[in-house]
């Protein structure tokens, strides 16, 4: 693979992915102050928040997945909200509502709207799949379109703008299931494991004594804003894009590029937008490793998060025991690397 960093425009570029990877380095020595292990995560939540995306944490409980996005928020220097999802939480609760509001002076009314706690930049959705798909269905535009509509008014979310949502894996009774809708909008589906046992000693050591951290802020928004359009600046050769949209083209059952294991296991597979977030995430993953180019590696590297929410195992497949984690590894191991397009002359 050519590096491209001889290349003069792209000069400045360079020194602020350099930049850049030094504030990562810092944040995450921070997070660790707080969070033991989790490397795989927190590189992976990085990664969505430097595409514009948005994540959904899956583990089951005490792993860390409150403090992980409440410590994010502090370093970050942004402002925090979590949203505890209950079988009783209304949309409004979520989006806010307008109120009809009398002037002491004057006696007249007037609507004002009061703003819910999605208008903030780090959005916690805690425990999303408790919740009915209704309320569910209100952090569709915020987390799409950055707005809220409310009575026919759309009214802009600050940027930047990021949802972590957590749902527990093993807990059934009581929740809800996220429609493919919703689930499409996250960028990557993050899964925590847990910690080995000389991290689990880690954890019981520091968390059973007074600590002092040193949250202080890496981030603030402008600056995350910045690097958000530097990824999206990034150069992507065309076999590069034609390797991620061949990755999801197969995972599709009814596709002629498609494998008889993916007609056999998979019910349904990924959409459009799973191509797109792989060549973003790409991007993000090739910034973070001070590289002004994205390899087959960096599409390999993000696939597994950008590609398991997004694809429905068959009844076969459960009955058999092959999950999705399966499928996907499979996938990379299958799909074919496309050659590099000849340079014309």
């Known amino acids: 693979m050519v590096e491209v960093f001889d290349d003069p425009s792209l000069g400045d570029d360079l020194k602020e992915v350099q930049a850049l990877r030094k504030k990562l380095r810092l944040l995450v020595e921070r997070l660790h102050q707080v969070i033991v292990g989790q490397d795989r995560v927190i ?193 992507v050769a065309r076999h590069v894009a034609r390797y991620a949209v061949s990755l999801v083209t197969a995972t599709r059952p009814k596709s002629e590029r498609t494998f008889d294991f993916i007609r056999q296991y998979i019910t349904w597979g990924a959409g459009p937008r799973a191509s797109q977030n792989l060549v973003l995430a790409g991007k993000a993953h090739a910034m973070v490793r001070e590289r002004l180019h994205v390899s087959i590696e960096d599409i390999q590297a993000v696939a597994p998060p950008i590609l398991r929410h997004r694809l429905k195992l068959s009844f076969e497949a459960e009955s058999e025991g092959i999950t999705v984690e399966d499928i996907i590894q499979r996938l990379i191991k299958v799909v074919p690397v496309p050659e590099p397009d000849k340079k014309r002359r």
């Open 43 to 235: 590189l992976e939540t990085i990664l969505t928040l430097l595409c514009r995306g948005h994540v959904l944490l899956e583990g089951v409980p005490g792993l860390a997945k409150t403090l992980l996005v409440k410590t994010l928020g502090e370093l970050l220097s942004l402002e925090f909200q979590r949203i505890q999802f209950t079988p009783d939480l209304m949309p409004t609760d979520i989006i806010g509502a307008e109120i009809i509001e009398e002037d002491p002076d004057t006696g007249k009314r007037d609507f004002k709207f009061i703003e819910g706690p999605v208008f903030c930049q780090i959005l916690l959705a805690d425990e999303i799949n408790r919740t009915p798909p209704k309320t569910q269905a209100a952090l569709l535009e915020a987390m799409q379109e950055y707005a809220v509509t409310v009575a026919g008014e759309t009214r802009p979310l600050t940027q930047p703008f990021f949802v972590l949502a957590t749902q527990n894996p093993i807990e059934q009774e009581g929740t809800y299931p996220l429609p493919e809708a919703q689930l499409d909008r996250f960028l990557m589906k993050i899964r925590l494991d847990y910690p080995t046992p000389e991290q689990e000693e880690n954890i019981v050591l520091l968390t059973t004594v007074e600590t002092a951290h040193d949250l202080s802020t890496v981030f603030d928004g402008p600056e995350i804003l910045n690097y958000q359009k530097l990824v999206r600046k990034l150069p």
